[in-house]
Nanobody, 127 residues
Framework: QVQLVESGGGLVQPGGSLRLSCAVS????????IGWFRQAPGKEREGVSC????????TYADSVKGRFTISRDNAKNTMYLQMNSLKPEDTAVYYC????????????????????WGQGTQVTVSS
């Protein structure tokens, strides 16, 4: 069965850092796109970043460029989101999702492109 399991969320002060992990099982990550999305109460779901597993090409939302870094370890079937310089507006439930198959083109930050979703992990940025 396909599973995506997020971990690494928690409470952090503004300016702090967190690293989220997304462990993927049920298929290899060689030909998928993995995206991170977030949703805050009362707000629409927002695409944060994505990575194409086959070549490592990445995409970032403007709101996180220069602060967040997405990466993957295909051997471990795990994708990471390193979040630095966190702001209160980054507070949200963060979800990882898989777009499968993804062989050609770049990954997208539209949630409609993704077929499998994790359960989410809460990130709270507050003093």
């Amino acid at each position: 069965q396909v599973q995506l399991v997020e971990s690494g969320g928690g409470l952090v002060q503004p300016g702090g850092s967190l690293r989220l992990s997304c462990a993927v099982s049920g298929f290899t990550v060689d030909y998928i796109g993995i995206g991170w999305f977030r949703q805050a109460p009362g707000k629409e779901r927002e695409g944060v970043s994505c990575i194409k597993s086959s070549d490592g090409r990445t995409t970032y939302a403007d709101s996180v460029k220069g602060r967040f870094t997405i990466s993957r370890d295909n051997a471990k079937n795990t994708m990471y989101l390193q979040m630095n310089s966190l702001k209160p507006e980054d507070t949200a439930v963060y979800y990882c999702a898989a777009d499968y198959p993804l062989v050609f083109g770049q990954c997208k930050l539209s949630g409609t492109e993704y077929d499998y979703w994790g359960q989410g992990t809460q990130v709270t940025v507050s003093s």
